[in-house]
């Protein structure tokens, strides 16, 4: 993989070639942050499609408004940067892309006010996430960070320890994947995922000050579920013990993609199997990836 073209700085060079600092206050402090996007490969017009580019660079340059992380490139030219260094790896399969705004190394302390900010870029060849259908999931015991401690809005790397935790303590119980509650105990979001669930017909998914990433993929299943489906969705703080009453649950996100829950806590959701709403919001996800419908193709750019 270190033989692959990342985006550094301004040029696209070998990642063999990438320099960083032990001083760099993203590996001492975590002060960063980042993007997962994703490209689907078309095989039938043998095209790269990138899902959604400018909405996560739009995502990036609000996390380092916040983080006070100044990097000079407009969306224009970080999406121009991402399709340059796609091209350059010649990628024809489905792809994950990661860019990244951190702090070098300009002072030792944990500053956020220093001026050597940073950019770089790298893509690789990412399949199914998880590589399976469907999760066994278990609320974990790591409670989410709140927006006044640690943003969850801003994709800060350090964030991802308190993600890495969840992850490291259910799947060592044997789970899938981990769904974390809030400080006040409501439903949250997975380590890298957001959370629906189905009831009644309706569609609900945790609100976005309930400290959730504003996910992208979740603005794609609401605007599915809405558009395509007909089918209403509430955004509202959900209970621990309402996830074991749904009809459905399901994870959506880059890199999990839409992915339906079948256990949580060891209570079976439904009958078990993924839910009729939760297989038909995963296939209209699919069916939208790769440039193929033309009400969604503004949602893809072509990278050849
Ligand atoms: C904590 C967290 N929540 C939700 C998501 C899903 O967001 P998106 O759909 O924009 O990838 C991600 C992935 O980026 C994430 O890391």
Request: net charge neutral; charged share 25%; aromatic share 10%.
């Amino acid at each position: 993989m270190n033989q692959s073209y990342v985006f550094y700085q301004g040029e696209i060079v070998k990642e063999s070639e990438v320099n960083i600092s032990i001083r760099c206050k993203a590996f001492n402090y975590g002060l960063a942050c980042f993007e997962g996007i994703r490209a689907y490969w078309d095989e039938e017009t043998q095209q790269l499609y990138v899902f959604r580019l400018k909405e996560h660079y739009e995502r990036l340059l609000q996390s380092c408004k916040t983080l006070n992380i100044n990097i000079p490139y407009t969306i224009e030219q970080l999406i121009d940067a991402t399709i340059k260094l796609l091209r350059k790896n010649n990628f024809k399969t489905i792809t994950y892309i990661r860019p990244m705004a951190y702090k070098g190394a300009d002072s030792i302390g944990p500053t956020l006010n220093d001026d050597d900010d940073r950019i770089l870029i790298y893509c690789q060849p990412l399949g199914s996430y998880t590589g399976k259908d469907r999760l066994k999931v278990a609320v974990t015991s790591w409670t989410r960070l709140e927006d006044n401690m640690l943003p969850p809005r801003t994709k800060a790397t350090a964030a991802y320890l308190n993600s890495a935790l969840a992850s490291l303590e259910v799947t060592k119980n044997g789970y899938d994947e981990a769904i974390f509650l809030t400080k006040s105990g409501h439903v949250c979001e997975g380590p890298g995922e957001n959370i629906f669930i189905v009831r009644r017909g309706k569609i609900i998914t945790p609100s976005i000050s309930d400290n959730i990433l504003e996910g992208i993929t979740r603005d794609t299943v609401m605007t599915l579920a809405e558009k395509e489906l007909g089918i209403e969705v509430v955004e509202r703080s959900i209970s621990r013990t309402e996830l074991y009453a749904a009809d459905e649950v399901f994870f959506s996100g880059t890199a999990m993609e839409v992915t339906p829950v079948v256990e949580v806590d060891n209570r079976v959701i439904g009958d078990g199997k993924p839910g009729y709403i939760s297989k038909k919001i995963k296939e209209l996800f699919f069916s939208i990836t790769t440039g193929k419908d033309p009400k969604y193709s503004h949602f893809c750019t072509p990278v050849y």
